[in-house]
């Protein structure tokens, strides 16, 4: 089938309360990897994909999130347009205050039956070393360091090795995908279009710190994408 732009436009708005699923990531000392699917559900059907993960490469990190894409966007667009900091670790100090009051913000409804997650994942070069932090709207957008190692959303019943970035972490997607779509609309995560991958690596310098690389590939797409970009174009249609 053909693949044609379209604009979000129409009756349903699904930026308004539109919710985001998948996202893996790996944090230690040394490096971070991420993986994220790009479908963005409305009221339990595609609404349209999107990047669910933001490079910052002037604080040596990410932004990432799921939940409401309306609020995440938001936090972004403050974060890269009126934040002076020299990292995320110094962000941190206030992002909470600011990620409430945006909360506020956003439709009374969305507040209430969408809950939201957003991660900064970022290198500290006072640490000198990888760091994360967790702001969720169930602990009131409240600073929570992330410990390192793995981070799943959805949860899985499946130990899927995670050896070899993204390979891996496509696998265990696929496996996280085949769980969902085993529930009920009311409870499953929708995931779907492609898969994403990002990754942030020390770099040792013989003259200064230590820099990070950041690489950013598309890892897989589902079989049924046109599929779900059809149903996206019937949601923009509907009266």
Request: hydrophobic share 40%.
């Amino acid at each position: 089938m053909e693949i044609t732009a379209a604009a979000l436009v129409g009756a349903s708005n699904p930026g308004q309360g539109a919710c985001m699923t998948a996202l893996n990531f790996v944090l230690s000392e040394q490096a971070v990897y991420v993986v994220a699917d790009t479908l963005v559900t409305y009221e339990h059907e595609p609404a349209y994909f999107t990047t669910k993960v933001f490079a910052v490469p002037h604080w040596n990190g990410l932004i990432c999130g799921r939940g409401s894409h309306g609020l995440i966007l938001d936090w972004v667009m403050r974060a890269f347009g009126s934040t002076l900091a020299v990292d995320l670790a110094q962000v941190d100090a206030f992002a909470p205050d600011i990620m409430r009051d945006i909360h506020c913000s956003r439709p009374e409804e969305e507040q209430i039956n969408c809950t939201t997650s957003i991660y900064h994942l970022a290198f500290d070069p006072v640490q000198d070393r990888f760091v994360g932090f967790a702001y969720r709207s169930t602990n009131d957008f409240n600073s929570e360091p992330l410990e390192y190692g793995i981070h799943l959303k959805p949860a899985t019943q499946t130990d899927v090795p995670l050896g070899v970035f993204p390979d891996d972490f496509v696998s265990l997607m696929k496996q996280q995908r085949k769980e969902q779509d085993e529930l009920p609309n009311e409870t499953r995560c929708f995931i779907g279009g492609q898969v994403l991958s990002w990754m942030l690596e020390r770099v040792e310098q013989s003259d200064g710190p230590a820099r990070v690389r950041t690489t950013i590939l598309p890892a897989f797409e589902w079989d049924d994408f046109g599929d779900s970009y059809v149903r996206c174009l019937d949601g923009l249609a509907a009266p």
